[in-house]
T-cell receptor, first 112, second 115 residues
Framework: DQQVKQNSPSLSVQEGRISILNCDYTNSMFDYFLWYKKYPAEGPTFLISISSIKDKNEDGRFTVFLNKSAKHLSLHIVPSQPGDSAVYFCAASRGSNYKLTFGKGTLLTVNP | GAGVSQSPSNKVTEKGKDVELRCDPISGHTALYWYRQSLGQGLEFLIY????????KSGLPSDRFSAERTGGSVSTLTIQRTQQEDSAVYLCASSLALQNNSPLHFGNGTRLTVT
């Protein structure tokens, strides 16, 4: 039973354009969401997070949107850069529960 | 400052052998986690340590898996009688504390291959 789903295994965009990575979740108890970025042979690194009391959080080129009614969140990267090419994982947790539930990841390729 | 350090980075072992994976968390981080990523899958929670509290072992897939954290710092994940399905990247992470949902800082992982 996959509680966090990233239905697109891969995404390819042109440099300078917007990248939109999507994530759906099924557990309505999740109230904190995170995005991690992973380069090959490295561990995931934290990118951005959002609490369920918000619907948007922005940090530089990265914006996360949360639609609680649809149980959907998305990560927008604009403008996309070749260095953004990586696997992006969506993760969720309940309250102070430390167990993050991860999606399977989306491989983003930004073409020069 | 140094990040989370894991060793070895790669381990190939024969089915039935025991393996030990080591994690050095970031200094001062009281919380330590083990996750694993099997091929084509997301990260799967295995075990969590927080200070002197009893660890949460609810994610360990079988009794062949165990972990300990000595002195509140270094952690060792042990897999006994390894099976081919244990092949995965084992990731360790640490964080400051539970409050404010402190982000997890991951090591580069140990890639375990059971032949």
């Amino acid at each position: 039973d996959q509680q966090v789903k990233q239905n697109s295994p891969s995404l390819s965009v042109q440099e300078g354009r917007i990248s939109i990575l999507n994530c759906d979740y099924t557990n309505s108890m999740f109230d904190y969401f995170l995005w991690y970025k992973k380069y090959p042979a490295e561990g995931p690194t934290f990118l951005i997070s959002i609490s369920s009391i918000k619907d948007k959080n922005e940090d530089g080129r990265f914006t996360v949107f949360l639609n609680k009614s649809a149980k959907h969140l998305s990560l927008h990267i604009v403008p996309s850069q070749p260095g953004d090419s990586a696997v992006y994982f969506c993760a969720a947790s309940r309250g102070s529960n430390y167990k993050l539930t991860f999606g399977k990841g989306t491989l983003l390729t930004v073409n020069p | 400052g140094a990040g989370v350090s894991q060793s070895p980075s790669n381990k190939v072992t024969e089915k039935g052998k025991d393996v030990e994976l080591r994690c050095d968390p970031i200094s001062g981080h009281t919380a330590l986690y083990w996750y694993r990523q099997s091929l084509g899958q997301g990260l799967e929670f295995l075990i969590y340590f927080q200070g002197n509290s009893a660890p949460d072992k609810s994610g360990l897939p079988s009794d062949r898996f165990s972990a300990e954290r000595t002195g509140g710092s270094v952690s060792t994940l042990t897999i006994q009688r390894t099976q081919q399905e244990d092949s995965a990247v084992y990731l360790c992470a640490s964080s400051l504390a539970l409050q404010n949902n402190s982000p997890l800082h991951f090591g580069n992982g140990t890639r375990l291959t059971v032949t």
